[in-house]
């Protein structure tokens, strides 16, 4: 079965310090990767997306992810948290293999960013 | 550019009335995704339409659950005669016309169904 997992339902990190919020995935034939950050009663929004090429991927915010095929994981990172940066974070994969185009999520992490 | 557009935000519905929620896209934008986020849980696919047409809805439920995307006006999540356990806040997201399934998704704020 394809799946997406965030194996930490919650992250601590203190103001300044960096950050990193886990995602492994299960899929057939090659994954389309994507973050999405959601705040309280908002939808979500887009971060960065992985398609093809560099496995390190630069997108809003100051985010990036590294897409690992080995380990098939795709960890997003920040050197330098903030505390508006707390907020309930998706990981998502598009399969590559006899998809439409509907994603599947991971159960999301919530980071959590002290003063 | 106006982004993903949901009515309402809030839906209030009793046990075997009628929900419907509209999803206008991103302009430009042609395929359209709904998903359905439960309780302390990540989101779920129900369905992707394009212009009048269904293209997969592998996530939709078998019964009560309809959806369209007409040539003219919004897109439209019916849920007939509703339960309990459809309370949830349903997503819509909008991709630009092509492949699909390397666009990027943009979504909507939500609309929160609760069903008393």
């Known amino acids: 079965a394809q799946s997406v997992a965030q194996p930490e339902d919650q992250v601590n990190v203190a103001e300044g310090n960096p950050l990193t919020v886990k995602c492994t995935y299960s899929?057939?034939?090659?994954?389309?990767l994507f973050w999405y950050v959601q705040y309280p009663n908002r939808g979500l929004q887009f971060l960065l997306k992985?398609?093809?090429?560099?496995?390190l991927v630069k997108g809003s915010y100051g985010f990036e992810a590294e897409f690992n095929k080995s380990q098939t994981s795709f960890h997003l990172k920040k050197p330098s948290a903030l505390v508006s940066d707390s907020a309930l974070y998706f990981c998502?994969?598009?399969?590559?293999?006899?998809?439409?185009?509907?994603?599947?999520f991971g159960q999301g992490t919530t980071l959590q960013v002290k003063p | 550019n106006a982004g993903v557009m949901q009515n309402p935000r809030h839906l209030v519905r009793r046990r075997g009335q009628e929900a419907r929620l509209r999803c206008s896209p991103m302009?430009?934008?042609?395929?359209v995704y709904w998903y359905r986020q439960l309780p302390e849980e990540g989101l779920k696919f129900m369905v992707y339409?394009?212009?009048?047409?269904?293209?997969?809805e592998s996530g939709m439920p078998k019964e009560r659950f309809s959806a369209e995307f007409p040539k003219e006006g919004p897109s439209i999540l019916r849920i007939q005669q509703v339960v309990r356990g459809d309370s949830a806040a349903y997503f819509c997201?909008?991709?630009?016309?092509?492949?699909?399934?390397?666009?990027?998704?943009?979504f909507g704020p939500g609309t929160r169904l609760t069903v008393l």
């Open positions: 998502a994969v598009s399969p590559g293999s006899g998809n439409t185009g509907k994603l599947i």
């Open positions: 899929v057939s034939g090659n994954p389309y």
């Open positions: 339409l394009q212009k009048e047409n269904i293209i997969d």
């Open positions: 302009k430009g934008h042609s395929h």
């Open positions: 997201a909008s991709s630009p016309p092509g492949t699909g399934i390397t666009d990027t998704q943009y």
């Open positions: 992985y398609i093809t090429g560099d496995n």
